[in-house]
């Protein structure tokens, strides 16, 4: 079965492949709807971009180190805050 994609979708599907999570065109589309396509794509290019803005800072020396019990509290701390927030 032949499926005409509009120039967008023929392009997300590339760039899922180019990013390795499938091994060809065909396989992409098998997995997803046109829809699907293009909101991965477009997940996929703002991820790149977060990555690419972290390693911008990473080079210019703008990190700190992350304390793993410490980012653990802030994490339950703010779980609980927001159950908190649920009606039960």
């Not at 703002?46 to 990555?51: D, M, N, V, Y």
């Not at 980012?71 to 927030?85: F, G, P, Q, S, Y």
Request: proline share 3%; hydrophobic share 40%; aromatic share 2%.
């Amino acid at each position: 079965m032949n499926i005409a994609l509009t120039p967008e979708q023929d392009k997300a599907a590339e760039t899922l492949v180019e990013a390795g999570l499938f091994a060809s065109k065909d396989a992409a589309l098998a997995h997803y709807s046109p829809e699907g396509l293009r909101e991965d794509a477009e997940k996929l290019a703002s991820l790149k971009a977060e990555i690419a803005v972290g390693i911008e800072q990473a080079d210019r020396g703008e990190t700190h180190v992350l304390d793993a019990d410490d980012t653990i509290a802030r994490l339950r701390k703010r779980l609980a805050e927001r159950n908190a927030d649920k009606p039960e």
